[in-house]
């Protein structure tokens, strides 16, 4: 069936086992509403006129609101309260009922899939449970076409099957399984209707899901036959309900052979508006056979292949063998005629011990859905298989290049990443360019690793980048001691006996520590500098080419009481742990994409220039007062005078180290001269651009530059304005975007309030290059945009 692709809110209609919803369902109500018997409804006057019932409500009724408001307000009720407003009044029943109630479907048995299987194949409509006409038998005053009774098939835009099975499927066709695949003991086994009654068998599970009970709750139709022995009198209301509900009995006996698998593809195929299919999770045994491919002609061919275990054709068959033309247009005829779905989203569970993922994406896991526009993959593993290409099972686009080259490739244009593990090697890298082709729309969310960003540049056709900042990724990065910085004393157990026999006294004192900086520490300057490349990451030698290839240590790597600070100061992880992977960043593809930055938080920072920070650099170096600076762990108090002998916070030490301690930030080290090469260059441009500094000898200011700013990491003056460097870092590296939407952490109610002059100094670093920029709370709502934002 041809497949129409509207769009639909999405609320939700659960048909779960789990909750008993038989009392709330309105699809149990048989006997229609009493809405005058309501003592809760205000009441409405009704005449009747050409044998049709007028209802006028009172000015001040909820149903006499215009319609988008109406929808507007039960839009953002629940279910259970959607349920409960059906049984209030048969207007309020058809309004939710036509819009809400049966968007988003959700299944998490096998018998939930029959039960709806047979709705949805009796034409059920949604007038069926309160009355007896299709047709609008109640008129009121604001003619609302949504009192229309509708077919429930046409009303479902998303559905969801919870923790999907396949064992039922595999031993009703073991024998065209492999038994060399591993499979789960045990299946679900539904006898034929010939040997079983299912109208019996349903009768004590009907009433725990949303479903009409079946015909054997009713009384016999001996009942509406005029049977005065009858308890009570049956309107044309209960026949035409007991009629309805014994269709559907009927569909149940009908398709309750039918495997979990054959249940789930025939409502799909049933559903003529659906646009999102959901599998939520699912477990690693999970995997849908190959006979169940869209590619299934039932030929013999087919299940030889797939007894016999043939590998399928792949790309690197269509360079390797000459195919024909007719194989190709015979291909192209079966690929077209295909059905759709536009959006396909797997969930699948992770590991209950570990917390891992633990399924792995499989060809089989989308051969039986047709040509998918969009894939949606939360918590699982893609490695080299999951990017396989079999062509005569999975629906593949082969597209011949101007080489004279086939090309296969999915069909998916847009693609989402959540949680989702990428297994490195083996050229994965390499299989992602020529399998996603055709993906524009790219969103990476909880991403796992941040190595995940270099994905990016796999895919040649994209305009639309999605990054979550809030990943754990962005977040949990290493804090080091503070001794990090220095060389450690030997722990080898040998050197240790050496020294302890080479003087016994000795082992009584503490071992001396070399305090002498081993790499570049986590200052404002270095990070500064290693962000514009002034300090390589990768130095092997210092200044008087000494090999550093045994030192491990990385520059600017924060320390604990670093991080403590910028805790204490409530500013998000992502901003001072930004220089970790700006290099990632870096090597984002630009050119032509629009980006989505989602959960950023700006709390505590703003962006800082290196020309003004090295500007307040320069006037800190102009004050000579300072003797009482502020600082979290124990530093001399008086720069041009005499240590004193003040311990370090935390520890006590011998009143030479701290001497020692102090004087190693003036030692000569080789990131020194990249810093004030910087700092220089900074100044140059400072002079040029501000006439108060015209005079200025940019040679002697750097020369009398205190290489303390540069090392001393334990002062707070000299690290507090990474996040803020970083910052600017990262917008600048959004200007080159063709676009730049920003998606916010919390909603308006809990951001810093901001004018438009505020957020235009926060996003300067953006808007010095004239891109479109829109800023949104986590709820959409707009509090900032500045150009065009939709030109493509």
């Not at 918590?379 to 290049?401: C, Q, V």
Request: proline share 4%; with cysteine; charged share 20%.
């Amino acid at each position: 069936m041809k497949r129409l692709q509207l769009l639909g809110r999405s609320k939700y209609l659960s048909l779960s086992s789990k909750e008993d919803n038989t009392s709330t369902s309105p699809l149990l109500k048989k006997n229609g509403f009493d809405d005058e018997k309501s003592g809760n409804l205000p009441r409405c006057s009704t005449s009747i006129s050409n044998s049709k019932v007028v209802q006028e409500y009172p000015p001040l009724h909820l149903l006499k609101l215009p319609k988008k408001l109406l929808l507007l307000i039960l839009q953002n009720l629940d279910t259970r309260t959607l349920l409960s407003l059906c049984e209030v009044n048969s207007t309020l029943y058809n309004i939710i009922s036509n819009n809400f109630l049966y968007n988003h479907v959700v299944l998490d048995t096998k018998l939930s899939l029959l039960k709806f299987n047979a709705i949805i194949h009796s034409e059920f409509h949604t007038s069926n449970a309160i009355n007896n006409n299709s047709n609008n038998n109640i008129v009121n005053n604001n003619k609302q076409d949504d009192t229309v009774s509708q077919n429930v098939r046409f009303l479902v835009r998303s559905i969801e099957f919870v923790n999907p099975q396949c064992q039922d499927s595999l031993f009703k066709y073991s024998k065209f399984h492999n038994k060399n695949d591993q499979t789960i003991a045990g299946s679900y086994v539904y006898e034929s209707t010939s040997s079983l009654s299912t109208s019996s068998a349903m009768k004590n599970i009907s009433n725990k899901n949303n479903i009409p009970t079946t015909i054997e709750e009713q009384p016999t139709s001996d009942s509406y036959n005029g049977n005065t022995n009858s308890p009570r009198k049956y309107n044309n209301n209960d026949i035409f309900c007991q009629s309805c509900f014994k269709t559907i009995d009927k569909m149940e006996n009908k398709y309750s052979h039918y495997t979990y698998i054959e249940l789930m593809l025939d409502i799909i195929d049933y559903l003529p508006n659906l646009t999102h299919v959901i599998l939520s999770n699912v477990e690693s045994n999970f995997k849908i056979p190959l006979w169940y491919s869209v590619f299934n002609d039932g030929s013999r061919d087919f299940f030889k292949k797939i007894i016999k275990g043939q590998q399928s054709i792949n790309s690197n068959d269509l360079r390797t063998f000459e195919i024909s033309k007719q194989f190709v247009s015979e291909y192209e005829r079966k690929f077209y005629s295909l059905q759709r779905i536009k959006t396909l989203e797997i969930r699948a569970s992770k590991d209950k011990k570990t917390g891992n993922n633990v399924v792995r994406l499989r060809p089989n896991l989308l051969c039986c859905f047709g040509i998918i526009n969009e894939l949606i993959l939360e918590n699982i593993i893609i490695d080299t298989e999951s990017l396989d290409t079999p062509m005569e099972f999975l629906p593949l686009h082969l597209r011949l290049e101007p080489t004279g080259l086939y090309q296969l490739h999915a069909p998916f244009h847009a693609l989402t990443l959540k949680s989702c593990s990428i297994i490195p090697g083996n050229g994965i890298l390499k299989l992602f360019n020529p399998y996603f082709k055709c993906v524009k729309n790219l969103e990476l969310l909880q991403i796992t690793s941040k190595y995940d960003l270099l994905l990016c540049n796999c895919f040649s056709a994209l305009t639309d980048l999605s990054i979550d900042c809030s990943s754990i990724c962005f977040m949990n990065e290493t804090l080091v001691d503070d001794e990090y910085y220095y060389e450690n004393p030997p722990h080898n157990n040998e050197a240790i006996l050496e020294h302890d026999c080479n003087s016994l006294s000795e082992t009584l004192l503490d071992s001396t520590v070399d305090y002498t900086l081993q790499a570049p520490p986590a200052t404002s300057s270095i990070v500064l500098s290693l962000n514009l490349k002034y300090i390589s990451r990768t130095t092997t030698t210092d200044n008087n080419n000494n090999n550093l290839q045994n030192n491990r240590r990385k520059p600017a790597t924060l320390t604990k009481s670093q991080g403590d600070f910028f805790k204490h100061s409530s500013i998000p992880e992502f901003h001072y742990f930004y220089h970790y992977y700006k290099l990632l960043w870096d090597r984002l593809p630009h050119k032509n994409i629009n980006i989505n930055i989602i959960n950023i938080p700006f709390r505590n920072v703003y962006p800082l220039s290196p020309i003004v920070f090295w500007e307040k650099m320069m006037n800190s170096l102009a004050d000579n007062d300072i003797a009482d600076q502020e600082t979290l762990i124990g530093y001399r108090t008086d720069h041009n005078s005499t240590r004193s002998n003040v311990p370090v916070h935390g520890r006590n030490t011998h009143p030479t180290d701290n001497n020692e301690i102090d004087d190693h930030f003036h030692n000569d080290y080789y990131w020194n001269t990249s810093v004030r090469n910087c700092f220089k260059d900074c100044l140059s441009v400072l002079k040029n651009q501000n006439q108060q500094y015209h005079g200025l000898s940019v040679d002697e200011t750097v020369n009398d530059m205190d290489d303390e700013i540069i090392n001393n990491y334990q002062n707070f003056k000299y690290f507090k304005d990474i996040p803020n460097l970083n910052l600017w870092c990262f917008l600048k590296s959004l200007s080159k975007f063709k676009s730049v939407k920003i998606r916010l952490l919390r909603n308006l109610l809990f951001c810093t309030p901001r004018t438009r002059y505020d957020w235009e100094l926060l996003l300067k670093p953006v808007l010095n290059v004239n891109v479109p920029v829109e800023v949104r709370d986590k709820d959409g709502f707009v509090l900032y945009s500045y150009g065009n934002i939709n030109q493509k």
